[in-house]
């Protein structure tokens, strides 16, 4: 009895420290391509006021067709995380951009950020409402 005691305990510990871990992911992008007809002006506009409706725009280069936004932070219970958006493009005819919203968060252990992929739901509506415009204009 005492031999299995001991043996939960241990995987009670195990369990609970690979709980803890706080395991590091790169986002991804994921690409929008716009209607044939739609030019470039059109469409960088479409991306950068999709995106500004939700992040404030930390950096925006209209010429190298780059932006990205400033942090945002939430708190969740006694959990923090922050996202940013990033868009890059790839082609200007036919128009096409690459979107990631990352995800990190806060480890108060080592007390830093640490990647967690994308924030899935919030790139999902940002992809959706780019789209939109895309294929609109």
């Known amino acids: 009895m005492v031999k299995r005691a001991s043996e939960l305990m241990v995987c009670v510990v195990c369990a609970l420290l690979a709980a803890g871990c706080v395991t590091a992911r790169a986002a991804t992008y994921k690409m929008v391509e716009a209607s044939p007809w739609v ?3 059109d469409a960088w ?3 950068v006021d999709a995106v500004s409706e939700r992040f404030d725009i930390e950096v925006v280069d209209k010429d ?3 932006l990205r936004t400033a942090w945002k932070q939430y708190t ?3 959990s923090q995380y922050r996202t940013r958006c ?3 493009v790839v082609s200007r ?3 096409k951009v690459k979107i990631k919203v990352e995800k990190q968060e806060y480890d108060g252990l080592t007390e830093e950020w640490v990647p967690k992929g994308n924030h899935t739901q919030l790139e999902s509506e940002i992809l959706a409402d780019i789209r939109g415009r895309l294929h609109k204009r």
Do not use: D, T
């Open 45 to 47: 506009m479409a991306v």
């Open 86 to 88: 990033v868009a890059k």
């Open 64 to 66: 190298s067709g780059y």
């Open 39 to 41: 030019g470039y002006e």
């Open 93 to 95: 005819k036919p128009f």
């Open 76 to 78: 969740k219970f006694l």
